[in-house]
C-alpha cells in the first residue's frame, strides 16, 4: 500500500513530466552504458541551445500518457529512459543527441515527439538534417539580398566599363605623347 506522501511525489513528477513534454521537441534515449560524466558533458552541450536532459521513470511516463489519453504507450518506455527537451531550438537538440548519439555509440535513440505528435527514430534523425532556425534566417535574407547585389552589379557594370575604357584611352594617348 502506498503512502500518501508517496502518491503526491508521484503527482509532483508527473506534473514535471507534463512540463517536459508540452515543448515543441522531446526526443527519448536508452542512456544505457553513459557515464555520470558523459550525461553531465550531454547535458552541458544541450544547455548551449537552450535544451534540458532529464532521466525518465518508464512507470510515470506511462501513467502521464495514461492519464493525458495520448498516442504513446508502454511499447516505448521500457529500460532506461532520459528526454532530451527543448523548445525554441527544438532542431539544433535534435541535431546534438543525433550526434551524440554516433560519438558516443552508447546511447539509442528510441523516438521523440515533435509539436506533441510522436516520432518514430527515422523521422528525428531526418529533423534533425534540416537547418536550424538561424541558419533558416540566413538563407531567406540572402535569397532576398543577392537578386538585389546582382542587379546592382549588373546596372553598374557599363558605367564601370566606361570609366575602364576612359582610363585605358588615357593611358594610350599618354603614351603616344611620349612617343
Known amino acids: 500500500?502506498?503512502?500518501?506522501?508517496?502518491?503526491?511525489?508521484?503527482?509532483?513528477?508527473?506534473?514535471?513530466?507534463?512540463?517536459?513534454?508540452?515543448?515543441?521537441g522531446v526526443y527519448l534515449f536508452d542512456y544505457r552504458g553513459l557515464t555520470v560524466k558523459e550525461l553531465e558533458g550531454l547535458r552541458k552541450r544541450m544547455k548551449a541551445h537552450n535544451a534540458g536532459v532529464r532521466v525518465i521513470r518508464n512507470r510515470l511516463a506511462i501513467k502521464y500518457f495514461e492519464e493525458t489519453k495520448k498516442d504513446a504507450g508502454r511499447d516505448i518506455f521500457f529500460g532506461p529512459m532520459a528526454a532530451v527537451y527543448a523548445n525554441e531550438k527544438f532542431v539544433e537538440a535534435a541535431k546534438e543527441i543525433v550526434d551524440f548519439e554516433k560519438e558516443s555509440k552508447k546511447i539509442n535513440i528510441k523516438s521523440g515527439f515533435i509539436e506533441q505528435k510522436f516520432m518514430s527514430k527515422d523521422q528525428v534523425v531526418s529533423v534533425a538534417k534540416l537547418p536550424g532556425k538561424d541558419q533558416l534566417k540566413a538563407q531567406i535574407a540572402f535569397s532576398i539580398l543577392y537578386p538585389l547585389k546582382k542587379m546592382g552589379m549588373a546596372l553598374s557594370a557599363p558605367l564601370s566599363n566606361m570609366l575602364i575604357l576612359m582610363k585605358n584611352l588615357k593611358d594610350k594617348k599618354a603614351k603616344e605623347g611620349e612617343e
Do not use: P, W
Open 1 to 24: 500500500m502506498t503512502s500518501v506522501k508517496t502518491l503526491n511525489v508521484n503527482r509532483k513528477k508527473i506534473e514535471e513530466l507534463s512540463e517536459i513534454f508540452s515543448n515543441s
